[in-house]
């Protein structure tokens, strides 16, 4: 069953080494699997039923590394560094020892995948809040916020955009800066971009 089922882990030969005990696994990366030990279902004063998970991490011999005690969670990245979340304190960076990333607390951290090295964040909890970079390798803050969106091509080119302009959201200008921050490319910093609609 995908969805109440539990889940464990086979070997190559189709042996269980971990058996079906979670209610939600994830595939190993750093040498940790992030697994859901069950979920604690209650019901709020408007008498509505939520569920709270209890995610921890494990090795590949099913002993629990790091703690049940995120409410969300994601797998770690290459470069040792997961997305979590518990009720009483929000989203943060740990390692792989399971230690808070220190001033990793912000109000928004993007998810990331095992390839991604850098992490969008913000410090303030609003829409369309500015975005930064934070980078996962060397455990710093690359870039504050100060864009409306970021997309990272490769190390050398991070494609930004700005809100600018007098028609309000729809105005922007779009340009590359580096790991550095500086801007490359200088002539297309000057050019300013709409998005428009088809009349029906």
Do not use: M
Not at 59 to 81: H, L, R, S, W
Not at 185 to 194: E, G, I
């Amino acid at each position: 069953d995908d969805v109440f089922g539990n889940y464990g882990f086979k070997n190559e030969a189709g042996e269980f080494v971990i058996e079906p005990q979670y209610a939600y696994a994830h595939n190993f990366t750093c040498g940790l699997a992030l697994v859901n030990l069950n979920r604690t279902w209650y019901k709020n004063p408007e008498g509505n039923r939520y569920y709270e998970n209890h995610y921890g991490y494990i090795d590949g011999n099913g002993q629990t590394v790091i703690g049940f005690q995120y409410d969300e969670a994601y797998p770690f990245n290459k470069y040792g560094v997961a997305l979590v979340s518990d009720l009483k304190d929000g989203w943060h960076l740990i390692d792989i020892s399971g230690n808070e990333i220190l001033n990793t607390r912000f109000p928004f951290i993007s998810p990331f995948d095992y390839h991604e090295r850098y992490v969008e964040f913000s410090r303030d909890d609003v829409d369309e809040a500015l975005i930064g970079l934070y980078d996962t390798k060397e455990r710093k803050v690359l870039i504050e916020p100060r864009f409306s969106d970021v997309s990272v091509t490769d190390d050398n080119h991070i494609l930004v955009w700005e809100r600018d302009g007098e028609y309000g959201k729809s105005d922007f200008r779009q340009y590359y800066i580096n790991r550095n921050g500086e801007l490359i490319y200088p002539w297309l910093s000057t050019q300013r971009f709409a998005k428009i609609a088809k009349p029906d």
